[in-house]
C-alpha cells in the first residue's frame, strides 16, 4: 500500500512559477512509476507528466512540454512537479498518482492517488 500526500499548490500570476511535491509513503518508492495529472472544474482528470521509478525516463503532454518538469527523489521518496511559466488554462487541482513499473499517462492505470493541490493561475 503507498499514500500519497501532495503540496506546493497555491495561487500565483500568469508567468510565474510553482513546485509541486508528491511524499510516498510504504516501501520500495523506486519500484513505482508517479505521474501527475490535474482535473480542472467541469473536465475530466487528464495526464500531465509522468516519470519511471528510475528517474531516467519522463514524459510530458504538448500542453506543457518546455515548461513543467518532472523529478524524483527516491531517497527521500518524494516526487516533484517544477511548474514555470504557468499559464490561466494551467488552472486545476493537480493529483499525484503511484503505480508498479511501467510509466503510463492514463488515470485507470494508476492504482494510488493522492487527494489534490489547487493550483490557481490569474491572468
Known amino acids: 500500500q503507498v499514500q500519497l500526500v501532495e503540496s506546493g499548490g497555491g495561487l500565483v500570476q500568469a508567468g510565474g512559477s510553482l513546485r509541486l511535491s508528491c511524499a510516498a509513503s510504504?516501501?520500495?518508492?523506486?519500484?513505482?512509476?508517479m505521474g501527475w495529472f490535474r482535473q480542472a472544474p467541469g473536465k475530466e482528470r487528464e495526464f500531465v507528466s509522468s516519470?519511471?521509478?528510475?528517474?531516467?525516463?519522463?514524459y510530458q503532454t504538448d500542453s506543457v512540454k518546455g515548461r513543467f518538469t518532472i523529478s524524483r527523489d527516491n531517497a527521500k521518496n518524494t516526487v516533484y512537479l517544477q511548474m514555470n511559466s504557468l499559464k490561466p488554462e494551467d488552472t486545476a487541482v493537480y493529483y499525484c498518482?503511484?503505480?508498479?513499473?511501467?510509466?503510463?499517462?492514463?488515470?485507470?492505470?494508476?492504482?494510488?492517488w493522492g487527494q489534490g493541490t489547487q493550483v490557481t493561475v490569474s491572468s
Open positions: 498518482a503511484g503505480r508498479l513499473f511501467r510509466s503510463s499517462q492514463y488515470v485507470d492505470d494508476y492504482a494510488y
Open positions: 516519470i519511471t521509478g528510475s528517474g531516467i525516463t519522463t
Open positions: 510504504g516501501r520500495t518508492f523506486s519500484n513505482y512509476a
